[in-house]
Nanobody, 115 residues
Framework: QVQLVESGGGLVQPGGSLRLSCAAS????????MGWYRQAPGNQRELVAS???????NYVHSVKGRFTISRDNTKNQMYLQMNSVKPEDTAVYSC?????????WGLGTQVTVSS
């Protein structure tokens, strides 16, 4: 079993920055891929960014060049650095992980971009 806990959400002004963190605990293996999903009211959940155990990253087009995903395997931590945020980035951001066919989710953290 794996537990994921997010932190770092909040209110940020357009153009500002925010850093989300995800702490993973439990049974972690080298095949563990992690990522960040987000869901805004009325929208479908989308995978914003993902990172493999070896550090290979992928981003949705709308955040490329603005968001950076990273992980510290020694600490079982994952991060999402959000720069130049826009109002359309407002959503609940959830930490996600997959080991084989098993998926795990955090409860989510609210990010609101507004002046």
């Amino acid at each position: 079993q794996v537990q994921l806990v997010e932190s770092g959400g909040g209110l940020v002004q357009p153009g500002g920055s925010l850093r989300l963190s995800c702490a993973a605990s439990g049974s972690i293996s080298s095949t563990y891929i992690m990522g960040w999903y987000r869901q805004a009211p009325g929208n479908q959940r989308e995978l914003v960014a993902s990172i493999s155990w070896g550090g290979i990253t992928n981003y949705v087009h709308s955040v490329k060049g603005r968001f950076t995903i990273s992980r510290d395997n020694t600490k079982n931590q994952m991060y999402l650095q959000m720069n130049s945020v826009k109002p359309e980035d407002t959503a609940v951001y959830s930490c996600w992980g997959r080991i084989g066919s098993n998926e795990y989710w955090g409860l989510g953290t609210q990010v609101t971009v507004s002046s």
